[in-house]
């Protein structure tokens, strides 16, 4: 059994090995088969091309992710900082406010007593 899979084996891979014969080309033949080089080689140009801006292209947004993500962060600090000087901000303003109106309490005040008190003699 293994010696007639051996002998096809064989025969098939003579008939394979076999020389094809290939036809005369003519000049028309010739020059179409240049030219379908020819436009075969501008399109493999074409496509590494497109390969290399592609690749060129995938870098720009990865670039532009990492900065959009880099951006949000810092966004996030200065508006973390923004609340915090806002939140500052009405403190103070508050403050200042109730000294503002501790100030005007006291001159009010002072301005009573000046005028509870008695005239002073003429001279």
């Given at each position: 059994?293994n010696?007639?899979?051996?002998?096809?084996?064989?025969?098939?891979?003579?008939a394979?090995s076999?020389?094809?014969?290939?036809?005369?080309?003519?000049e028309?033949h010739?020059h179409?088969?240049?030219?379908?080089?020819y436009?075969?080689?501008?399109?493999?140009?074409?496509?590494?091309?497109?390969?290399?801006?592609?690749?060129?292209?995938e870098?720009?947004?990865?670039?532009?992710?990492?900065?959009?993500?880099?951006?949000?962060?810092?966004?996030?600090?200065r508006?973390?900082?923004?609340?915090?000087?806002?939140?500052?901000?009405?403190a103070?303003?508050a403050?200042?406010?109730?000294?503002?109106k501790?100030?005007?309490?006291?001159?009010?005040?002072?301005?009573?007593?000046?005028?509870?008190?008695?005239?002073?003699p003429?001279?």
């Amino acid at each position: 059994m293994n010696r007639y899979l051996w002998i096809s084996a064989v025969v098939l891979l003579a008939a394979c090995s076999a020389p094809v014969p290939v036809p005369a080309l003519t000049e028309d033949h010739s020059h179409a088969l240049q030219q379908g080089q020819y436009r075969a080689g501008m399109a493999y140009s074409e496509l590494e091309q497109a390969r290399y801006d592609a690749r060129l292209a995938e870098q720009d947004v990865l670039n532009a992710r990492d900065a959009h993500a880099a951006a949000q962060q810092q966004s996030a600090a200065r508006k973390r900082e923004l609340d915090a000087a806002e939140r500052a901000f009405a403190a103070a303003s508050a403050k200042l406010a109730a000294a503002q109106k501790a100030y005007d309490d006291a001159l009010k005040a002072v301005d009573a007593v000046h005028r509870t008190l008695p005239a002073a003699p003429a001279k």
